[in-house]
């Protein structure tokens, strides 16, 4: 017989085109149902916010049941429900955020709005096996929407903006170019195919915000469009001289740019904060040679690098729900009704609306579980 006296959480993401909806008790995963609408977004080569938002109305109630089963709870047992109000599609987020409220006015449960990109470093807590994670830390979130360096000296109370992409996330920089190439969406995972045969050296794609003259005002900054636009150029010209375009070859040219400035940015703020460890976050993660390279030259400069599972670095509600169970456990008081949808919500804000008039959470009584 096991006591549990951590909170069961329901949490609850719609920033993209995922729904994700994840139980956890604690740092416990018990369920991390995901709903992507990905293919019905491919005709149209990426992400349209309408079509992500119809189809998190229509995958909600049903993931919802699903995680309940499979966490082997009923609604009336959860403690609290969490979601993600930003930054993400703003009528994406709408869904979520209107579901969470409904469900716990309904079920007279206490919710914590939190913020989309803190959950990404909180979905590596859930990893059973990995022990401990020590503060501070740098974070690389890499996805298809956001490209964000961070140092995290606290997971529920102090998380610091070192930089973000400028323009393109990496992620949305994989769709165009697999696009340049004629390749399926999404285009990471097939810009890693035809990468699989080519030569990352044979031709030197521009590395975005790396020279010295970056380095005052954009040295954790990142920008993806000059490399789109360099491919786009180098494509183009090749066409253009009747010549065939060695697709393998830019395929892995462009995504050693790609992970060349990843990891080297990465780094460099390890050195010069002093912290000896890296966490790799966010859907990009799952791409091969970033995690390789990452492990490689952070093992060089005595960096400990941390990835969480795979399946819980692209968009989920597992991660949104453990940010709130470690929030629950910290003492932070829970959300009002008074907040919305933020597409910007900076990475500083960890919870939204906290309520100060609500009282902070109390251990919960001890339940006894088989």
């Known amino acids: 017989m096991v006591l549990m006296d951590a909170p069961l959480v329901l949490g609850i993401e719609t920033s993209c085109d995922e729904t994700g909806i994840g139980i956890v008790r604690g740092r416990r995963l ?4 995901i709903a992507s609408s990905m293919d019905e977004h491919a005709r149209y080569g990426g992400v349209v916010p309408e079509v992500a938002a119809r189809a998190h109305l229509e995958a909600l109630q049903p993931s919802i049941d699903a995680a309940l089963a499979e ?32 469900l716990a006015v309904a079920l007279d449960k206490p919710l914590y709005a939190v913020n989309h990109l803190v959950g990404h470093i909180a979905a590596d807590i859930l990893d059973a096996d990995a022990g401990e994670l ?16 961070l140092l995290v000296r606290d997971l529920t109370g102090d998380v610091e903006l070192l930089g973000e992409t400028m323009d393109d996330a990496a992620g949305e920089a994989f769709d165009k170019v697999a696009r340049l190439l004629k390749l399926p969406y999404p285009g990471g995972p097939e810009i890693d195919r035809a990468a699989a045969s080519g030569d990352p050296t044979a031709i030197r794609f521009p590395r975005g915000l790396s020279r010295a003259s970056d380095m005052a005002s954009h040295r954790y900054d990142f ?3 000059g490399l789109k636009t360099a491919v786009a150029r180098w494509v183009e010209q090749h066409e253009a001289a009747g010549q065939p375009v060695p697709v ?13 400035v990843l990891v080297t940015k990465a780094l460099d703020a390890c050195e010069r904060y002093g912290v000896p460890r890296l966490l790799l976050g966010g859907g990009v993660i799952a791409n091969k040679r970033l995690r390789d390279v990452a492990l490689e ?22 991660m949104i729900a453990a940010l709130a169970a470690e929030l629950i456990a910290s003492g932070r008081r829970p959300s009002t009704l008074a907040f919305g949808a933020d597409s910007t919500l ?25």
């Open 346 to 370: 900076p990475v500083t804000e960890i919870q939204v609306a906290e309520d100060p008039d609500a009282t902070a959470p109390a251990p919960l009584p001890a339940r006894a579980a088989s």
């Open 248 to 260: 393998a070859d830019v395929a892995a040219s462009f995504r050693e740019a790609v992970v060349d």
């Open 71 to 102: 966490a082997g709870v009923t609604l009336d047992e959860i403690d609290a429900v969490a979601v993600t109000s930003g930054p993400g599609l703003a009528g994406a987020l709408m869904v979520g955020v209107g579901a969470a409220k409904g």
């Open 134 to 149: 020590e503060y501070p830390t740098v974070a690389l979130l890499v996805s298809g929407g956001h490209t964000s360096l």
């Open 30 to 33: 018990l369920s991390n149902t």
């Open 223 to 225: 920008s993806f469009s």
């Open 297 to 318: 030259r952070a093992a060089a400069a005595g960096v400990a690098v941390r990835i969480p599972p795979l399946r819980l670095c692209t968009d989920n509600g597992a």
